[in-house]
């Protein structure tokens, strides 16, 4: 359990969701509302100079008024004395209001831990607004701009004195998976798609490292985490310009998953950035899975389709094909089951006899041409790990092993190991 918590609370539209995003560090909008996801209160992890927290957004608990707001009032109150500070925001240009005496009056009992936020201090000018706050009788106040980041770093360097050192990292359990490809492909669409499907369960409680969002889902039984280094903003109000191609962020969500989908535009075809993408992929032997999206645009059949994109995409030979269309919902299970099949053979593990029969087999096929005369050896070979399921040959000759060979070697050994949907790293070791 994470001992430091930060909790936001505000009456409504004065900025809480803002700051929200603002301190987690989500930048581009992969909007979802959805049950389980947009509650009352959601919670994301976060860092801020090495003080790790989690950061709550009560949302729109103060919206209900009386009844409603009773029956909540004790979850509100246990979520007021955990935190270790309460980020009480309030909206300059609006001025004070009612509302926010109410909120206030909730807060004097957690008064040494709360953090006044002035919010929407967009510009000088708008300081002399803000004085009208301090009447409410809390010692540190803020003055900031959630939308335009000014103000942020003090205010959350003040609340970080505050927090203890949190060492160790919150991991979600399931198969890490990315979404990856160019601009404009349907990345969020699908992912949208995905959270929103009715067979579908959403964690509530997405998490935040420095590098990516994680959001924890269940499908048929089975653990998902969907990485997300793009971003994600629920209740978007704020529209961004076209995303650029950001190649670090594609390889951070790369790095960080088990297995990667490749989202093409089959409307546009497959283009040289496809390639590039994939390759990155490749190069990092995560399990793939190539999602031809946009189907619902394309007058071709399924069977030239894939026969295009085994093609175009021929050193992904590994990856399972699976064609969507995010727009109309079609092709999200094949999608997950095709990720669950790359999971399953990315974690293989075989007996060692099972590895040498396999590696026999190939050599009996076609051994490594003759090195300097002399004929390349098999010793022995035995599987390291997973994750990709990698396997270590002793030989006679190292320097034998020439790239080309050691592809034909990869490909033949899936085939024997029936390691169909996913890459197999190769080590070649003399014998010491
Ligand atoms: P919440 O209901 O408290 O979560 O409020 P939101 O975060 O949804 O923000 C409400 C509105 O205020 C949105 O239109 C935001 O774009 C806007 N807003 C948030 N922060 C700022 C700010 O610092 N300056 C200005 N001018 N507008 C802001
Ligand atoms: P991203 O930049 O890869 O995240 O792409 P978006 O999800 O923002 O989608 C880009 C555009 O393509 C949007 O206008 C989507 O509505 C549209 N789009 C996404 N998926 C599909 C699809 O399956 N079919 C069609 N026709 N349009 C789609």
Redesign the pocket.
């Known amino acids: 359990m994470m001992k430091n918590r930060i909790i936001i609370v505000g009456r409504p539209n004065v900025g809480k969701s803002t700051l929200f995003n603002r301190i987690i560090g989500r930048r581009k909008s992969i909007v979802y509302d959805l049950p389980g996801v947009t509650r009352d209160i959601i919670e994301s992890e976060a860092e801020w100079k090495g003080k790790r927290f989690i950061v709550a957004d009560t949302g729109g608990i103060f919206e209900r008024g009386g009844e409603l707001f009773k029956s909540i009032e004790e979850e509100v109150k246990k979520n007021l004395s955990d935190a270790k500070a309460i980020l009480f925001v309030v909206d300059a240009k609006e001025g004070l209001t009612e509302a926010d005496r109410y909120v206030a009056k909730m807060l004097y009992p957690y008064k040494e831990k709360v953090f006044l936020v002035v919010n929407k201090v967009d510009n000088e000018k708008l300081q002399r607004q803000a004085y009208d706050f301090y009447s409410l009788g809390f010692d540190r106040v803020f003055l900031v701009s959630a939308q335009h980041g000014r103000g942020v770093d003090e205010l959350l360097s003040a609340v970080c004195d505050l927090l203890e050192d949190e060492p160790t990292k919150l991991e979600y359990e399931g198969i890490k998976v990315s979404f990856v490809?160019r601009?404009?492909?349907?990345?969020?669409?699908?992912i949208n798609a995905i959270l929103g499907s009715q067979r579908v369960l959403v964690s509530p409680i997405a998490g935040t490292t420095r590098d990516a969002v994680e959001i924890p889902f269940t499908y048929s039984d089975q653990k998902f985490v969907l990485i997300d280094t793009a971003g994600i903003r629920r209740r978007t109000k704020v529209e961004y310009g076209v995303?650029f191609f950001s190649v670090g962020r594609a390889i951070k969500a790369i790095e960080l998953s088990d297995v990667s989908c490749l989202?093409l535009d089959m409307?546009e075809g497959i283009t040289h950035q496809d390639q590039k993408i994939g390759g990155l992929i490749e190069r990092r032997y995560k399990a793939c899975v190539i999602v031809g999206?946009?189907?619902?645009?394309v007058k071709t059949d399924k069977n030239s389709a894939l026969e295009y994109v085994k093609r175009q995409l021929s050193f992904l030979d590994y990856a399972p094909v699976v064609f969507?269309?995010?727009?109309?919902g079609v092709g999200i299970n094949e999608l997950l089951h095709a990720v669950v099949l790359a999971y399953q053979d990315y974690t293989k593990e075989h007996k060692t006899s099972f590895i040498n029969r396999a590696v026999q087999k190939v050599m009996g096929e076609k051994p490594p041409p003759v090195y300097k005369g002399k004929e390349v050896k098999v010793y022995y070979a035995f599987q390291e790990g997973t994750k990709p399921p990698t396997v270590v040959i002793i030989t006679n000759y190292p320097e034998g092993w020439k790239e080309s060979y050691k592809r034909f070697f990869v490909r033949k050994l899936r085939e024997h190991l029936r390691i169909r949907h996913s890459p197999i790293k190769l080590i070649i070791r003399g014998r010491e």
């Open positions: 490809g601009p404009n492909v349907g990345k969020s669409s699908l995303e989202v409307s999206n946009k189907f619902d645009l969507t269309s995010a727009l109309k």
